[in-house]
Protein backbone atom coordinates (compact mmCIF):
# COMPACT_ATOMS: atom_id res chain seq x y z
CA UNK A 1 0.00 0.00 0.00
CA UNK A 2 3.14 2.60 0.57
CA UNK A 3 4.12 1.39 -2.71
CA UNK A 4 0.75 3.17 -4.24
CA UNK A 5 0.86 5.90 -2.31
CA UNK A 6 4.24 6.77 -3.48
CA UNK A 7 3.30 6.46 -6.87
CA UNK A 8 0.64 9.12 -6.26
CA UNK A 9 2.51 11.09 -4.02
CA UNK A 10 4.91 11.52 -7.20
CA UNK A 11 2.05 11.66 -10.35
CA UNK A 12 2.91 12.34 -14.39
CA UNK A 13 4.25 15.93 -14.62
CA UNK A 14 2.09 17.30 -17.76
CA UNK A 15 3.05 17.05 -21.27
CA UNK A 16 5.30 19.40 -23.15
CA UNK A 17 4.97 22.43 -20.94
CA UNK A 18 6.18 21.02 -17.90
CA UNK A 19 3.47 21.81 -15.82
CA UNK A 20 2.66 19.34 -12.66
CA UNK A 21 -0.80 18.31 -12.51
CA UNK A 22 -2.02 16.87 -9.49
CA UNK A 23 -3.94 13.43 -9.95
CA UNK A 24 -7.05 13.53 -9.01
CA UNK A 25 -8.10 10.59 -6.42
CA UNK A 26 -10.22 8.83 -9.02
CA UNK A 27 -7.78 8.78 -11.78
CA UNK A 28 -4.36 7.93 -10.64
CA UNK A 29 -1.26 6.84 -12.90
CA UNK A 30 0.47 3.76 -12.38
CA UNK A 31 3.80 3.53 -13.82
CA UNK A 32 6.81 1.32 -13.26
CA UNK A 33 9.46 3.13 -11.38
CA UNK A 34 12.29 2.55 -14.13
CA UNK A 35 9.56 4.44 -16.51
CA UNK A 36 8.94 7.51 -14.02
CA UNK A 37 12.70 8.24 -13.54
CA UNK A 38 13.21 8.01 -17.43
CA UNK A 39 10.16 10.60 -17.46
CA UNK A 40 11.51 13.21 -15.06
CA UNK A 41 14.97 12.83 -16.43
CA UNK A 42 13.63 14.02 -20.07
CA UNK A 43 11.76 16.83 -18.53
CA UNK A 44 14.80 18.17 -16.98
CA UNK A 45 16.40 17.47 -19.82
CA UNK A 46 14.37 19.54 -22.20
CA UNK A 47 13.87 22.47 -19.91
CA UNK A 48 17.86 23.09 -19.71
CA UNK A 49 17.90 22.53 -23.90
CA UNK A 50 19.98 25.91 -25.06
CA UNK A 51 17.51 27.30 -28.07
CA UNK A 52 19.17 27.31 -31.54
CA UNK A 53 20.53 30.46 -32.27
CA UNK A 54 20.33 31.78 -36.22
CA UNK A 55 23.29 33.81 -38.10
CA UNK A 56 22.69 36.10 -40.76
CA UNK A 57 25.77 36.54 -43.34
CA UNK A 58 25.53 39.56 -45.71
CA UNK A 59 27.87 38.98 -49.19
CA UNK A 60 28.71 40.93 -51.74
CA UNK A 61 27.32 40.54 -55.34
CA UNK A 62 29.68 38.53 -56.36
CA UNK A 63 29.62 36.30 -53.61
CA UNK A 64 25.86 35.24 -54.14
CA UNK A 65 26.22 35.05 -58.18
CA UNK A 66 29.63 32.66 -57.84
CA UNK A 67 27.21 30.27 -55.19
CA UNK A 68 24.34 30.99 -57.66
CA UNK A 69 27.02 29.34 -60.33
CA UNK A 70 28.54 26.67 -58.58
CA UNK A 71 24.52 25.64 -57.43
CA UNK A 72 23.97 25.80 -61.15
CA UNK A 73 27.08 23.50 -62.02
CA UNK A 74 26.62 21.09 -59.31
CA UNK A 75 22.39 21.05 -60.53
CA UNK A 76 24.36 20.26 -64.51
CA UNK A 77 26.55 17.20 -63.20
CA UNK A 78 22.98 15.36 -62.11
CA UNK A 79 21.65 12.95 -63.88
CA UNK A 80 18.43 14.26 -65.15
CA UNK A 81 15.20 13.36 -63.80
CA UNK A 82 12.13 11.44 -66.07
CA UNK A 83 10.42 14.46 -65.06
CA UNK A 84 12.74 16.74 -66.25
CA UNK A 85 12.92 16.08 -69.80
CA UNK A 86 11.49 17.96 -72.54
CA UNK A 87 11.08 20.94 -70.39
CA UNK A 88 14.58 22.60 -72.14
CA UNK A 89 14.90 23.66 -75.92
CA UNK A 90 12.92 21.56 -78.01
CA UNK A 91 14.69 18.84 -80.25
CA UNK A 92 14.15 19.05 -83.81
CA UNK A 93 11.92 16.91 -85.28
CA UNK A 94 13.50 14.32 -87.96
CA UNK A 95 10.15 14.89 -89.99
CA UNK A 96 11.50 18.92 -90.02
CA UNK A 97 14.80 17.79 -91.74
CA UNK A 98 13.09 16.49 -94.34
CA UNK A 99 11.13 18.98 -95.15
CA UNK A 100 14.13 21.43 -95.62
CA UNK A 101 15.20 19.30 -98.00
CA UNK A 102 14.39 20.80 -101.76
CA UNK A 103 11.37 19.25 -103.28
CA UNK A 104 12.25 17.22 -106.44
CA UNK A 105 9.96 18.39 -109.04
CA UNK A 106 9.46 15.78 -112.34
CA UNK A 107 11.00 16.44 -115.76
CA UNK A 108 7.63 17.26 -117.28
CA UNK A 109 5.15 19.80 -115.41
CA UNK A 110 1.24 20.17 -115.60
CA UNK A 111 0.49 23.51 -114.79
CA UNK A 112 -3.21 24.79 -113.73
CA UNK A 113 -2.79 28.51 -114.17
CA UNK A 114 -6.17 30.03 -113.54
CA UNK A 115 -7.84 26.79 -114.84
CA UNK A 116 -6.03 26.91 -118.10
CA UNK A 117 -3.98 23.78 -118.49
CA UNK A 118 -0.45 23.78 -119.52
CA UNK A 119 2.39 21.35 -119.89
CA UNK A 120 5.85 21.97 -120.33
CA UNK A 121 9.60 21.11 -119.19
CA UNK A 122 10.89 21.88 -115.81
CA UNK A 123 13.84 23.25 -117.98
CA UNK A 124 11.51 25.88 -119.94
CA UNK A 125 10.64 27.16 -116.50
CA UNK A 126 13.66 27.30 -115.04
CA UNK A 127 15.07 29.13 -118.11
CA UNK A 128 16.12 32.46 -116.23
CA UNK A 129 17.33 32.11 -112.53
CA UNK A 130 16.36 35.98 -111.59
CA UNK A 131 12.31 34.83 -112.46
CA UNK A 132 9.63 33.95 -109.80
CA UNK A 133 8.49 31.00 -112.46
CA UNK A 134 12.52 29.84 -111.56
CA UNK A 135 12.13 30.22 -108.06
CA UNK A 136 8.35 28.53 -107.50
CA UNK A 137 9.81 25.55 -108.97
CA UNK A 138 13.30 25.85 -108.10
CA UNK A 139 12.40 23.05 -104.88
CA UNK A 140 12.42 25.40 -101.88
CA UNK A 141 9.05 26.93 -102.11
CA UNK A 142 5.36 24.87 -101.46
CA UNK A 143 3.49 24.83 -104.32
CA UNK A 144 -0.28 24.04 -104.18
CA UNK A 145 -1.86 21.08 -106.26
CA UNK A 146 -5.37 20.90 -107.64
CA UNK A 147 -7.68 17.71 -108.09
CA UNK A 148 -5.71 16.08 -110.58
CA UNK A 149 -2.24 16.91 -109.39
CA UNK A 150 -1.63 19.74 -111.51
CA UNK A 151 0.64 22.54 -110.12
CA UNK A 152 -1.58 25.63 -109.24
CA UNK A 153 -0.65 28.96 -110.04
CA UNK A 154 -3.61 31.82 -109.19
CA UNK A 155 -3.35 33.80 -112.14
CA UNK A 156 -5.13 34.69 -115.45
CA UNK A 157 -3.86 32.17 -117.92
CA UNK A 158 -5.16 33.42 -120.96
CA UNK A 159 -1.75 35.22 -121.56
CA UNK A 160 0.35 32.02 -119.73
CA UNK A 161 1.08 30.26 -123.49
CA UNK A 162 3.08 33.87 -124.47
CA UNK A 163 4.88 33.59 -121.30
CA UNK A 164 5.84 29.77 -122.07
CA UNK A 165 6.64 30.64 -126.08
CA UNK A 166 9.25 33.27 -124.80
CA UNK A 167 10.94 31.29 -122.56
CA UNK A 168 11.20 28.14 -124.85
CA UNK A 169 11.83 30.09 -128.59
CA UNK A 170 12.14 33.69 -127.69
CA UNK A 171 9.11 34.62 -129.50
CA UNK A 172 7.24 37.69 -128.45
CA UNK A 173 3.50 38.32 -128.71
CA UNK A 174 1.32 39.69 -131.14
CA UNK A 175 0.99 43.33 -130.98
CA UNK A 176 -2.10 43.66 -129.95
CA UNK A 177 -1.31 41.10 -127.23
CA UNK A 178 1.67 43.04 -125.98
CA UNK A 179 0.04 45.13 -123.45
CA UNK A 180 -1.43 42.21 -121.63
CA UNK A 181 1.62 40.12 -122.11
CA UNK A 182 3.76 43.20 -120.75
CA UNK A 183 1.69 43.12 -117.27
CA UNK A 184 2.00 39.29 -116.78
CA UNK A 185 5.62 39.70 -117.88
CA UNK A 186 6.10 42.08 -114.86
CA UNK A 187 4.01 39.75 -112.32
CA UNK A 188 6.24 36.95 -112.83
CA UNK A 189 9.01 39.18 -112.84
CA UNK A 190 10.56 37.88 -116.77
CA UNK A 191 13.11 41.02 -117.09
CA UNK A 192 14.59 39.33 -120.86
CA UNK A 193 11.19 39.60 -121.97
CA UNK A 194 10.02 42.96 -120.81
CA UNK A 195 13.55 44.69 -122.01
CA UNK A 196 12.25 43.21 -125.34
CA UNK A 197 8.82 44.26 -125.10
CA UNK A 198 9.42 47.77 -124.39
CA UNK A 199 11.24 47.98 -127.64
CA UNK A 200 8.37 47.15 -129.43
CA UNK A 201 6.12 50.20 -131.21
CA UNK A 202 3.10 49.98 -128.87
CA UNK A 203 5.16 50.91 -125.97
CA UNK A 204 7.38 52.87 -127.29
CA UNK A 205 4.81 54.62 -128.60
CA UNK A 206 3.18 55.22 -125.35
CA UNK A 207 6.47 56.60 -123.88
CA UNK A 208 6.79 59.17 -126.50
CA UNK A 209 2.97 59.54 -125.99
CA UNK A 210 3.61 60.35 -121.67
CA UNK A 211 6.27 62.50 -122.30
CA UNK A 212 4.02 64.88 -124.38
CA UNK A 213 0.95 64.48 -121.87
CA UNK A 214 3.63 65.45 -119.22
CA UNK A 215 3.48 68.78 -120.47
CA UNK A 216 0.09 69.25 -119.22
CA UNK A 217 0.54 69.01 -115.64
CA UNK A 218 -4.16 68.94 -114.97
CA UNK A 219 -4.63 66.39 -117.77
CA UNK A 220 -5.57 63.35 -115.58
CA UNK A 221 -7.89 65.74 -113.45
CA UNK A 222 -9.18 67.30 -116.15
CA UNK A 223 -10.58 63.48 -117.32
CA UNK A 224 -11.51 62.60 -114.31
CA UNK A 225 -13.96 65.87 -114.15
CA UNK A 226 -14.86 65.36 -117.62
CA UNK A 227 -16.49 61.57 -116.24
CA UNK A 228 -17.87 63.65 -113.45
CA UNK A 229 -19.81 65.75 -114.95
CA UNK A 230 -21.11 63.82 -117.48
CA UNK A 231 -22.17 60.87 -114.92
CA UNK A 232 -24.06 63.88 -113.17
CA UNK A 233 -26.20 65.63 -115.97
CA UNK A 234 -26.94 61.76 -116.99
CA UNK A 235 -28.32 61.19 -113.44
CA UNK A 236 -30.11 64.53 -113.03
CA UNK A 237 -31.90 64.45 -116.48
CA UNK A 238 -32.08 60.14 -116.80
CA UNK A 239 -30.72 60.70 -119.88
CA UNK A 240 -28.78 58.01 -122.28
CA UNK A 241 -25.74 60.43 -122.85
CA UNK A 242 -24.30 63.33 -121.45
CA UNK A 243 -23.19 66.66 -123.67
CA UNK A 244 -20.08 68.76 -122.18
CA UNK A 245 -18.35 71.69 -124.10
CA UNK A 246 -14.53 71.40 -123.61
CA UNK A 247 -11.80 73.79 -124.99
CA UNK A 248 -8.28 73.06 -126.00
CA UNK A 249 -5.98 74.67 -127.32
CA UNK A 250 -2.42 75.29 -127.73
CA UNK A 251 -1.20 78.81 -127.44
CA UNK A 252 -2.25 81.19 -124.94
CA UNK A 253 -2.30 83.91 -126.96
CA UNK A 254 -5.28 84.58 -128.57
CA UNK A 255 -6.04 84.91 -132.35
CA UNK A 256 -6.99 88.17 -133.89
CA UNK A 257 -10.07 88.09 -136.15
CA UNK A 258 -8.99 87.38 -139.99
CA UNK A 259 -9.25 90.69 -141.25
CA UNK A 260 -6.65 91.90 -138.71
CA UNK A 261 -3.98 89.04 -139.03
CA UNK A 262 -0.77 91.05 -139.22
CA UNK A 263 -1.69 91.98 -135.23
CA UNK A 264 -0.10 88.60 -134.59
CA UNK A 265 3.30 90.22 -134.56
CA UNK A 266 2.72 91.99 -132.01
CA UNK A 267 1.98 89.23 -129.59
CA UNK A 268 5.72 89.19 -128.25
CA UNK A 269 5.66 92.76 -128.16
CA UNK A 270 3.04 93.39 -125.21
CA UNK A 271 4.03 94.66 -121.60
CA UNK A 272 2.97 92.97 -118.73
CA UNK A 273 0.02 95.59 -118.49
CA UNK A 274 -1.40 94.87 -121.56
CA UNK A 275 -1.27 91.07 -121.44
CA UNK A 276 -3.34 91.02 -118.27
CA UNK A 277 -5.63 92.48 -120.58
CA UNK A 278 -5.76 89.16 -122.39
CA UNK A 279 -6.13 86.54 -119.59
CA UNK A 280 -9.07 85.23 -120.56
CA UNK A 281 -10.98 81.97 -119.45
CA UNK A 282 -13.41 80.76 -121.76
CA UNK A 283 -17.24 79.73 -120.86
CA UNK A 284 -16.54 76.07 -121.22
CA UNK A 285 -16.39 73.05 -118.57
CA UNK A 286 -13.25 72.01 -119.17
CA UNK A 287 -10.09 73.54 -121.10
CA UNK A 288 -6.78 71.79 -121.71
CA UNK A 289 -4.16 73.82 -122.69
CA UNK A 290 -1.51 75.77 -123.31
CA UNK A 291 1.41 73.46 -124.41
CA UNK A 292 4.63 73.64 -126.21
CA UNK A 293 5.39 70.84 -128.20
CA UNK A 294 5.09 69.44 -131.98
CA UNK A 295 1.83 68.08 -131.54
CA UNK A 296 -1.50 69.97 -132.17
CA UNK A 297 -4.96 70.18 -130.92
CA UNK A 298 -6.37 66.64 -132.60
CA UNK A 299 -3.40 64.44 -131.59
CA UNK A 300 -4.63 66.00 -127.50
CA UNK A 301 -8.05 65.06 -128.62
CA UNK A 302 -7.36 61.44 -129.73
CA UNK A 303 -5.33 60.72 -126.48
CA UNK A 304 -8.30 61.99 -124.31
CA UNK A 305 -10.47 60.11 -126.67
CA UNK A 306 -8.30 56.79 -125.83
CA UNK A 307 -7.89 57.26 -122.22
CA UNK A 308 -11.55 57.71 -121.72
CA UNK A 309 -11.98 54.45 -123.00
CA UNK A 310 -9.28 53.09 -120.89
CA UNK A 311 -11.53 54.23 -118.32
CA UNK A 312 -14.74 52.45 -119.30
CA UNK A 313 -16.16 55.74 -120.95
CA UNK A 314 -17.70 55.84 -124.43
CA UNK A 315 -16.67 59.32 -125.87
CA UNK A 316 -17.26 61.30 -129.30
CA UNK A 317 -16.18 64.69 -130.06
CA UNK A 318 -16.79 67.16 -132.35
CA UNK A 319 -15.64 71.14 -132.72
CA UNK A 320 -18.83 72.96 -132.36
CA UNK A 321 -17.25 76.89 -132.82
CA UNK A 322 -14.78 78.94 -131.38
CA UNK A 323 -15.07 81.13 -128.25
CA UNK A 324 -15.98 84.86 -129.90
CA UNK A 325 -15.18 86.75 -126.29
CA UNK A 326 -14.20 90.15 -127.35
CA UNK A 327 -10.60 91.11 -125.43
CA UNK A 328 -9.60 94.62 -126.49
CA UNK A 329 -9.40 96.37 -129.60
CA UNK A 330 -9.40 93.77 -132.64
CA UNK A 331 -8.56 91.14 -130.31
CA UNK A 332 -11.16 88.06 -129.88
CA UNK A 333 -10.50 84.71 -128.00
CA UNK A 334 -10.68 81.93 -131.32
CA UNK A 335 -9.62 79.24 -129.48
CA UNK A 336 -11.50 75.94 -130.78
CA UNK A 337 -14.93 74.45 -128.30
CA UNK A 338 -15.58 70.89 -128.63
CA UNK A 339 -18.23 69.20 -127.58
CA UNK A 340 -18.12 65.91 -126.14
CA UNK A 341 -20.85 63.31 -126.13
CA UNK A 342 -20.46 60.92 -123.63
CA UNK A 343 -22.97 57.80 -124.19
CA UNK A 344 -23.51 55.27 -120.33
CA UNK A 345 -25.96 53.21 -122.10
Given at each position: MQQNGASSSNGCEGGGDGERHSPSPSRSLLLPAA??????????????????????????????????????????RKPASPASVGRGKPHRCPLDAVQEQ????????????????????????RRHDDTMLAAMFSGRHHIPRDADGRFFIDRDGAYFGDILNFLREGELPHRER?????????????????????????LTGEKVRQAFLDLLPYYKDNLERIVEIAKLRAT???ARFAK????????ETPITPYERPLFNSLR?????????LFEHHCEVDVSFGPWEAVADVYDLLHCIVGDLSELGVTAEQQCIGVCDKHLVNHYYCKRPIYEFKITWW
Amino acid sequence: MQQNGASSSNGCEGGGDGERHSPSPSRSLLLPAAATTRVRRFIQERRTLPLPKVMVVFSAASDVDKASDAVAEEESRKPASPASVGRGKPHRCPLDAVQEQEFTFPEVISLNVGGSHFTTRLSTLRRHDDTMLAAMFSGRHHIPRDADGRFFIDRDGAYFGDILNFLREGELPHRERIRAVYREAQYYSIAPLLERLEDTQPLTGEKVRQAFLDLLPYYKDNLERIVEIAKLRATQKKARFAKLKVCVYKEETPITPYERPLFNSLRFERSEGEAKLFEHHCEVDVSFGPWEAVADVYDLLHCIVGDLSELGVTAEQQCIGVCDKHLVNHYYCKRPIYEFKITWW
